[in-house]
């Protein structure tokens, strides 16, 4: 990395507050701890080029051997089973810093967390449709009720008095259609709900 670039990067850093590390830390640094802390925190090695811009300013080198050998301790705590299925169920992206061949079981939790995400977002589709048939609900209340109003309104023609009860007629068949629409779709989000309920359990109990 060159000067310049080196010293833009340390001005975003210092600007944003986002330094990794501060002088202080960088000069009593214990790399292989750090290196230990971010794998086990879930980040990736590209972690390591945030503390080289962070130490720069403290003339501090990143004892890259070092930080390498606790990176590699830290994968054993984070790269497990239960991180697989965390990040699955959140449709968050596999870590690739979790190689399959030393630590399988991460795609294992990761496929069964995967397939309680796609119950998850059908479950928020419901819930999606379940709130449009209430704001439905709501207005078909409120046309009802104005309706009903103008049909007890003796004020007006017995033409539009009987308009106005054929047009509640009509609204509350619409309502009942509504109502049992409703009901259906709050049947299936329990169900969706006992379904995820149940693959988070199944998982659990493993």
């Known amino acids: 990395m060159s000067g310049r670039l080196l010293s833009a990067v340390l001005i975003l850093l210092g600007a944003s507050g986002c330094a ?21 925190q879930g980040y990736t090695q590209a972690r390591v080029a945030e ?17 390498n050998k606790g990176f590699e301790q830290g994968l054993k ?22 190689n399959e061949k030393t630590y399988p079981r991460v795609r294992v939790g990761y496929k069964e967390g995967q397939a309680v995400y796609n119950v998850q977002r059908e479950r928020n589709e419901v819930e999606r449709q ?12 409120e046309q009802i009720t104005q309706n009903r109003s103008r ?20 609204l509350q068949r619409t309502a009942a259609d509504l109502f049992r629409e409703t009901g259906e779709l709050e ?5 969706l709900d006992t379904k ?7 998982f659990q109990q493993r």
Request: glycine residues 4%; contains cysteine.
């Open 20 to 40: 990794t590390l501060s002088k202080e830390e960088c000069l009593v640094a214990n790399w292989r701890e750090i290196g230990f802390t971010d794998a086990s």
């Open 51 to 67: 503390h080289r811009a962070a130490c720069a300013e403290a003339k501090v080198t990143v004892n890259l051997e070092e930080y």
């Open 77 to 98: 705590n984070y790269c497990t089973v239960n991180t697989g299925f965390d990040l699955g169920s959140k449709g968050a992206a596999y870590p690739d810093q979790c």
């Open 130 to 141: 379940l709130q449009d048939k209430r704001e439905q609900s709501k207005a078909l209340t």
């Open 151 to 170: 049909a007890d309104n003796k004020a007006l023609s017995s033409s539009e008095r009987s308009k106005a009860e054929k047009t509640v007629s009509a």
């Open 187 to 191: 049947q299936k989000a329990r169900s």
């Open 196 to 202: 995820i309920n149940q693959m988070r359990a199944s």
